[in-house]
């Protein structure tokens, strides 16, 4: 008898319980198992609880695919691999939501423009590309603009999000997600030597009402030997390269959080740096 | 003093009593406070003013036993108390659903029919704990189900979104094994048998995805998006060749035949996912790529006869060296097939 006896819906109840892994795999065990574990009322429950307000405050980016009519006739286990993939714009469009494939979590990524760079807002330090200007052997962006470091000796980005918008009792991590314009540039010795980035820059992260936490240092340029103390990038699957900032766990008590990226030790000139973005994930 | 005489005489004192029958005949009174914590037996009382005698006794569902109804008795017995701490209820509870897992089901289905959510839910809960990161063959062994997809069902393609390779490599495998259950059928009916050589080592292969931890492909999370498929897609064009093993007629019998099977299993994954949309005229050719790409993925197996030897050993090679790779560093190979899309490969190399 066991689990046979109780009806679809039933089974779909437990699978809801499970996980979304769990609920791929379970398609495996029986065609009535499958059916459940496909069914709207499980992936209902692996979506974030306020997903539909969030798709229907999404800023249409113009592809049909995106605009939130559509995606509301998906079904909710297409609509959560949707989710995954494809991040989709909100606010004014310079902060993507996507969620975490495996735990159901929402993403966040702060565009380059939600970001508090000191002189961005001067043309000869830093140069605001619209994305489709961006030379092709650049990765894409997912905003309308990234911001391109011309020239600057003091490089200060902030970012702040809050929390409460977050996945509840989470760990988080910020990362600073970026890539250099002297990749496109051919001839091997050459490629880093302009951005004065070859020095780590230090990172991090605190709740808005308590004083500055500890700066770690950060090395931005790829190459990196592994032996220098500190963190090291990582290339992303969309090409972008990214930085680990810091981490912080969302508890229902603190409102604000500031990462911070800062080079305003070494009094050089640092270029050729793109910033994407800082993106919010679970860990 | 007869007790009837006791009842009209102290109303209040006495506490009403509700009368049950479960589907074996059998009848048994219950405190009305208790019974009436089941929205389906208050809506009987209420609604239809059932169950205030014997002869009027409420008929329970099916589903009902009376061990079970004894156990939701008692589960509403403590619960339905409104001074109760949340703490004291948490504790009752876990104490109460200690039973095995075949009781249970059991009782999710006894509570289920009398709408009694809230112990479906604990229940429910427990259960998904005993399923948690079980593999199907474990979860069909641990409730008895019975393993009734086809071969073919288990072995659809995976959704390549993002032409991994590894992807199409586990496709391939799968197109291969497809192709050899074909031919096993055919050659069952023709009662001959043969000693396929790779044979053993893609079963063993796959029943070791399958079975140990056959959820790979759908680990993989299927995706929505449309398939990049364009091998896929090349090979279609190629037409079968009529001087191929079986006479022309045969394979392109059995092609058509496995094409009407395989396009009905097609058919029926894709009707998941097609839903009607009236104004999405712009997402409807996406999904019909979808379907003439999986489709295409089918027909992998036909065609990889028609390929070029040389190319078809190497792409047997690949096939084979990903099966020996996936059998010796399998944990390493879960873990990455498990974190796809989320890998973060540190940067070693660059350009």
Redesign the interface.
């Known amino acids: ?7 679809e ?2 089974i779909a ?10 609920a ?11 059916s459940a574990a ?1 069914s709207d009322l499980v992936w209902n429950r692996f979506l974030p609880p306020d997903y539909q307000q969030i798709i229907s405050e999404s800023v249409s980016s113009g592809s ?2 995106s605009s939130s ?2 995606l509301n ?3 909710k ?3 959560y ?2 989710l ?3 991040p989709i714009l909100i606010g004014n469009g310079n902060r993507s939501f996507a969620i ?3 735990s159901g979590k929402k993403c966040y990524m702060l565009g380059a423009r939600e970001l508090s760079i000191i002189w961005g807002d001067t043309p000869q330090y830093w140069d605001w590309t619209p994305s489709a200007e961006m030379p092709v052997s650049l990765p894409q962006s997912r905003f309308s603009e990234v911001a391109h470091l011309l020239d600057v000796c003091w490089l200060d980005i902030k970012g702040r999000i809050e929390t409460n918008i977050l996945s509840p009792n989470t760990r988080y991590g910020a990362y600073f997600v970026y890539t250099f314009v002297s ?1 496109a540039v051919k001839g091997e010795d050459e ?1 880093y030597y302009n951005t004065g980035l070859d020095r780590p820059v230090k990172v991090s992260i605190r709740f808005e009402n308590e004083n500055e936490g500890n700066a770690t240092n950060a090395y931005l340029l ?2 990196t030997p592994e032996e220098h103390d500190g963190r ?6 969309d090409m972008w ?2 930085i680990e900032i810091g981490e912080f766990f969302t508890d229902q008590v603190h409102g604000m959080v500031e990462m911070c990226l800062m080079e305003i030790e070494n009094g050089n000139w640092k270029s050729g740096l793109v910033v994407h973005g800082i993106e919010l994930r679970p860990k | 003093m007869s007790e009837v005489d006791m009842q009209v005489i102290k109303p209040e004192m006495m506490k009403s009593y509700i009368w049950l029958q479960t589907a074996d005949g059998s009848i048994q009174q219950v405190e009305q406070e208790v019974a009436m914590f089941c929205p389906m037996i208050c809506h009987e009382i209420l609604q239809k003013g059932m169950g205030s005698s014997k002869n009027y006794a409420i008929s329970l569902p099916q589903r009902v036993n009376p061990a079970m109804l004894s156990l939701i008795l008692d589960y509403c017995r403590f619960h339905q108390v409104p001074g109760r701490s949340n703490k004291e209820r948490k504790s009752f509870d876990e104490r109460f659903i200690r039973m095995d897992t075949k009781r249970l089901c059991e009782l999710t289905s006894a509570a289920d029919s009398l709408q009694l959510k809230p112990l479906v839910d604990l229940t429910s809960r427990a259960l998904a704990r005993i399923i948690e990161g079980k593999t199907p063959e474990e979860i069909r062994e641990i409730f008895h189900l019975p393993d009734d997809l086809t071969e073919e069902e288990k072995l659809e393609p995976l959704k390549n979104s993002t032409d991994d390779p590894r992807i199409r490599l586990l496709n391939r495998l799968y197109a291969r094994k497809r192709k050899e259950l074909k031919e096993r059928d055919k050659l069952k009916s023709v009662e001959a048998e043969e000693d396929r050589v790779d044979d053993r080592s893609v079963d063993d292969l796959l029943s070791f995805i399958n079975g140990g931890n056959g959820e790979v492909r759908k680990f993989c999370f299927t995706d929505s998006k449309g398939v990049k498929t364009s091998k896929g897609k090349k090979k279609n064009r190629r037409r079968k060749d009529p001087q191929k093993n079986a006479s022309a007629d045969e394979s392109v019998e059995s092609h058509e035949k496995d094409s009407n099977c395989l396009n009905f299993i097609c058919h029926r994954t894709e009707v998941d996912k097609l839903r009607p949309h009236p104004g999405e005229t712009s997402k409807l050719p996406d999904e019909e790529d979808e379907a003439f790409a999986h489709k295409v993925e089918f027909d992998d197996g036909d065609i990889d006869d028609e390929i070029d030897p040389a190319l078809k050993e190497e792409i047997d090679r690949e096939v084979e060296d990903f099966a020996r790779r996936l059998n010796s560093d399998w944990p390493e190979r879960m873990q990455e097939i498990l974190s796809l899309g989320q890998e973060r490969r540190p940067v070693h190399f660059f350009h």
């Open positions: 008898m066991g689990v046979t006896a109780l009806p819906e039933c109840t437990i699978i809801s319980f499970t996980s979304p892994r769990d791929c795999r379970d398609a495996l065990v029986s065609r009535m198992f499958g496909g049909s695919s009519s559509s006739n998906l079904s286990k297409d609509l691999f949707h995954c993939h494809n975490d494939k495996l990749l490629k790829p190459d090291h990038p990582h290339m992303r699957e390269m990214e």
